[in-house]
């Protein structure tokens, strides 16, 4: 069963930065493109950034510049460093691994991030 486990989420004034952390059990990590998500208060979840099993990285435009996201498959943890929050980055951060035709899977908890003003 995969699971995947998001942390390093709090409270932090515009500008500053965070750095998430999601690790994962239950898949052979280094085999998957892993992703992360956002769901902002009231709104619909949606992908961010994403890193493929080659390293290479790609991003939604929003959080381009801004967010890098990096794996370390010797510990099954993909990191989202975020810098130069800004207030409307506040959200729920999610993980989750590429599965292809199935989808992205293994959803946690979340981490939440909130950015104030």
């Known amino acids: 069963q995969v699971q995947l486990v998001e942390s390093g989420g709090g409270l932090v004034q515009t500008g500053g930065s965070l750095r998430l952390s999601c690790t994962a059990s239950?898949?052979?990590?280094?085999?998957?493109?892993m992703g992360w998500f956002r769901q902002p208060p009231g709104q619909e979840r949606k992908f961010i950034a994403g890193?493929?099993?080659?390293?290479?990285?790609y991003y939604e435009d929003a959080v381009e510049g801004r967010f890098t996201i990096s794996r370390d498959n010797a510990k099954n943890t993909v990191y989202l460093q975020m810098d130069s929050l800004k207030p409307e980055d506040t959200a729920v951060y999610y993980c989750?691994?590429?599965?292809?035709?199935?989808?992205?899977?293994?959803w946690g908890q979340g981490t939440q991030v909130t950015v104030s003003s």
């Open positions: 989750a691994a590429d599965f292809g035709i199935r989808g992205w899977r293994g």
């Open positions: 890193i493929r099993t080659s390293g290479n990285t």
């Open positions: 239950g898949l052979t990590f280094s085999e998957y493109v």
